[in-house]
């Protein structure tokens, strides 16, 4: 039962993560979700692009988990809008698809060096 | 006894000590009881604010209409936070505290008022709305020189979906405050093993913030990511002088001086941890610099005292902003100093101009406004002396917060460059205040940096009579927070009404027309950005126009002569409640001449009433008779 917990504790995030940028594409793409969309989505452009890779780096200490992932989220997405701004492209379509990859490949990243790292505790990817 | 029992690590994490320090062992049933007062503060509050009345303020703003449940919402909670600081908490139930805190007083605002405060608010979100359809070049003003944040929500809004940028300027104070407590407490604990100061600090920095740049802007933002490069740089790159282990003799003088600095614990960060954790500061800094004027110096004055005091240890860094700042001048903000060039240079090293632009002259108006900018400068002054108090009194135990002190004097060296309209002191208050209430928590706490093996890893409750110095100066500071914050909410907020007719002004105008306000208290520019916006107050002629009494044919000509400045034909003047109060409360123009002018625009035969409604009126007028 521990070990099921554990497990499920340690998807919790990768999902979370995942998540939000497949529910961020998809209330876009249709045009959809009201007041729920505003939360979803500055939840996931000023958290989850950094959140995911801070996991796969493994900073452990909670306040610069939290520190590290919106500052990069956040920073990572003014520079890219800004370079769109005076490229005079489309502004929202490069920086959904920027602010996605990285979410996935940090999550995708987190999920492999997990599995070479031994499992410690249910914490994933602590160094 | 280890070392790391201390509190005096040499760099292994106390993996096994430190959450014991934290928690020492509370079970569930003890957080809950800890969050009881919170859900009934919450409780209080969400009551309170359905009785107040925004239309009832006076010249203090919202301090003489919240009803006494607020109140005892706000001092609950801040009992409760004391209580729970004196034997440590947990984590969580601290962070639940600090963040019902900046709901209850930093969202107060946004949850009483139907439309976001602040004429800046609403200009800012008709420059996303113009970069919708817009290029960031060539630029309208200076916004358009340093676009990061409006590029950012200009990207953003049609994901978020249309129009929504306003609903999130109505809330984003809230998010905005949350999100600095993590930088915060990542620098706070960089300074300290004590986490009581920790989350006394972030407490006092959210009590002590009436500055009000935490709403809808870049500099909100841009001080958010001031705080994580700071907080980044101080965690991951901060240099460990260890006395005797040092071969040149920079490095034995630094160590020498930093001796009585708290050892804290350093991170055990892998190379690719401090190799990501550099290219975020790198990004952030890049963002500071391409999103607001004055944040990127302050960085460079934060980082500069840092790295030129030895605290931390990548130089380059210094330099590297320097090109930034230098680079982003030099080519994208050209046409910025092109036009302001010779203003900037003049300003630079009048410290006594500079100093009386930002404090003297904002003492005038209102009796009740001029009692909230002496309390805004009591609590300024009150915090900095408890941190001079709490430097001297931890440096007399043998704990100097050296890199603490170089941070909070840092923001000040601006006020020697540029007054920054009138602003330089309030923004060097905000960008010191997380040092100053470090330091200012100091005086409040006991000093100690190591914690007693006596008890097990946990350190010694605060006493009574100290958790009740704390409690009422949490009290009093809540008070004055309110006051300060919202001291002039009377002329910032504004009626739903005065936003429709500011739309209806829209739809009778044309890009033609130039669009004249009395003061700049006005919910305008959300949309058409471009067009000619005007303000009377802020007109060349206006100091000479205050001199005379509005006679309807003197008012005709003022605003002629304001429409005929930009060679345009005719346009329109908008009249709201929020003008006229803003007028008042600073002193614009002498008792009831504002007034006066309406009614005589109103009597005029020049002046054709287009549109009234209980809050807002609007005339057209020929520029020529």
């Known amino acids: 039962m521990i070990r099921l917990a554990e497990a499920r504790r340690s998807w919790a995030w990768p999902v979370l993560l995942a998540g939000s940028a497949s529910l961020t594409l998809s209330m876009y793409a249709l045009d959809t979700g009201g007041s729920f969309r505003i939360v979803v989505a500055l939840w996931f452009f000023s958290v989850c692009p950094g959140m995911a890779w801070a996991r796969a780096l493994g900073i452990d200490d909670l306040a610069a988990r939290w520190t590290f992932a919106s500052a990069a989220s956040v920073s990572g997405a003014i520079l890219v809008a800004l370079a769109t701004a005076y490229v005079g492209a489309s502004p929202s379509v490069p920086l959904l698809a920027i602010a996605v990859g990285m979410t996935i490949a940090g999550v995708g990243y987190g999920l492999r060096t997990r599995s070479v790292r031994p499992f410690r505790g249910g914490r994933d990817v602590q160094r | 006894v280890s070392i790391a029992a201390e509190g005096v690590s040499t760099g292994a994490a106390p993996a096994s000590v430190a959450p014991g320090i934290e928690r020492g062992g509370r079970r ?272 460079l004055a934060g980082v500069g005292v840092l790295v030129l005091g030895g605290r931390i240890t990548p130089r380059a860094l210094l330099l590297l902003l320097g090109v930034l700042c230098a680079g982003w001048l030099m080519f994208m903000a050209v046409p910025y100093l092109k036009g302001h060039l010779q203003d900037l240079l003049t300003q630079v090293g009048d410290l006594g101009q500079n100093v009386d632009t930002s404090v003297a002259s904002r003492v005038q108006g209102s009796a009740g406004h001029q009692l909230v900018a002496q309390v805004r400068i009591a609590m300024t002054g009150v915090l900095l002396l408890l941190a001079l108090c709490g430097a001297v009194k931890r440096t007399m135990h043998g704990v100097a917060d050296i890199s603490c002190w170089y941070l909070a004097i840092a923001p000040f060296a601006m006020v020697l460059f540029q007054p920054y309209g009138g602003e330089i002191v309030l923004r060097a208050a905000l960008f010191s205040l997380p040092f100053v209430a470090f330091l200012a928590a100091g005086v409040l706490m006991p000093v100690s940096e190591t914690v007693s093996p006596r008890l097990g890893g946990l350190r010694e409750p605060l006493s009574w009579p100290r958790t009740t110095i704390v409690v009422l ?109 803003y007028a008042r409360l600073l002193g614009l123009a002498p008792d009831g001449w504002m007034e006066a002018f309406v009614r005589s625009m109103a009597a005029s035969t020049a002046f054709e009433l287009v549109y009234r409604n209980d809050d807002a009126a609007i005339y057209r007028i020929e520029a020529s008779p």
């Open chain 2, 28 to 299: 569930a049933p003890d957080e809950i009881r800890q969050l009881v007062p919170v859900a009934i503060a919450g409780a209080l509050w969400w009551l309170s604010i359905h009785q107040i009345d925004p239309g009832a303020m006076g010249d203090t703003g919202y301090v003489g209409i919240l009803p006494v449940t607020y109140y005892a919402g706000v001092a609950l909670l801040s009992v409760s936070f004391c209580l729970c600081i004196r034997r440590p908490a947990r984590p969580a139930v601290l962070f639940v505290h600090l963040a019902a805190l900046i709901v209850m007083v930093h969202g107060l605002a946004s949850a009483v008022e139907p439309i976001p405060r602040l004429s800046a608010t609403w200009r800012h979100v008709g420059i996303i709305t113009y970069l919708l359809h817009h290029d960031v070049t060539p630029p309208l003003d200076a916004y358009f020189s340093w676009p990061g944040f409006f590029s950012l929500f200009a990207s953003i809004e049609p994901i978020t979906g249309a129009g929504t940028a306003i609903v999130i300027a109505r809330w984003f104070p809230i998010v905005l405050d949350v999100a600095y407590l993590a930088p915060l407490s990542v620098i706070f604990r960089s300074f300290t093993n004590d986490r009581r100061i920790v989350w006394l600090s972030c407490w006092l920095v959210v009590l002590g913030n009436w500055v009000g740049q935490d709403y809808f802007s870049p500099q909100g933002l841009s001080f958010f990511l001031y705080l994580a490069v700071i907080a980044l740089l101080l965690r991951s790159f901060r240099r460990q002088h260890v006395p005797g282990a040092h071969e040149r003799w920079i490095d034995r003088a630094l160590s020498a001086v930093y001796a009585a600095e708290p050892r804290v614990a350093a991170p055990t960060d892998g190379p690719a941890q401090r190799t990501a954790i550099m290219v975020v500061v790198i990004l952030a800094s890049g963002a500071i610099v391409a999103s607001h004027q004055l944040t990127p110096f302050m960085l």
């Open chain 2, 473 to 581: 100066m949490s009290l009093a500071l809540a008070l004055g927070l309110v006051l300060s914050k919202y001291g002039n909410e009377r002329s910032e907020r504004f009626a739903p009404s005065e936003v429709d007719a500011v739309s209806e002004l829209y739809g009778v105008a044309s890009p033609d027309d130039v669009l004249v306000a009395l003061s700049p208290s006005v919910p305008w520019k959300f949309e058409h950005y471009d067009w000619t916006h005007e303000v009377l107050t802020q007109d060349a002629t206006y100091d000479e126009m205050a001199t005379q009494q509005p006679t309807s044919e003197r008012v005709a000509g003022w605003v002629r002569g304001v429409i005929a400045a930009h060679q345009e034909t005719h346009g329109f003047v908008l009249v709201t409640t929020s003008q006229l109060e």
